[in-house]
């Protein structure tokens, strides 16, 4: 009867993820892009660009991202 009983799969949110839904479109194309241009908008920097503007993001959370590593895959 439980035989194919497993625990649920916890996925944490992704930062960045979380952090595109709560911006505007125009803010969330101009973020897109900003992800997308890694010659232009190194990890750190742009996690500084953000949290300057009161956005609060790791570089961290940002390379993960970019690299796939986060729960958006």
């Given at each position: 009867?439980?035989?194919?009983?497993?625990?649920?799969?916890y996925?944490?949110?992704c930062a960045?993820?979380?952090?595109?839904g709560?911006l505007d479109?125009a803010?969330q194309?101009?973020l897109g892009?900003?992800l997308?241009?890694q010659?232009?908008?190194?990890?750190?920097?742009?996690?500084?660009?953000l949290?300057?503007?009161?956005?609060?993001?790791?570089?961290?959370?940002?390379?993960?991202?970019?690299?796939?590593l986060?729960?958006?895959k």
């Amino acid at each position: 009867m439980l035989e194919d009983m497993h625990p649920p799969e916890y996925v944490t949110p992704c930062a960045v993820r979380t952090l595109l839904g709560k911006l505007d479109e125009a803010d969330q194309t101009i973020l897109g892009n900003a992800l997308t241009n890694q010659e232009a908008w190194g990890h750190t920097p742009l996690a500084r660009a953000l949290t300057d503007r009161g956005l609060r993001i790791s570089e961290k959370a940002i390379r993960k991202h970019r690299h796939k590593l986060c729960s958006c895959k």
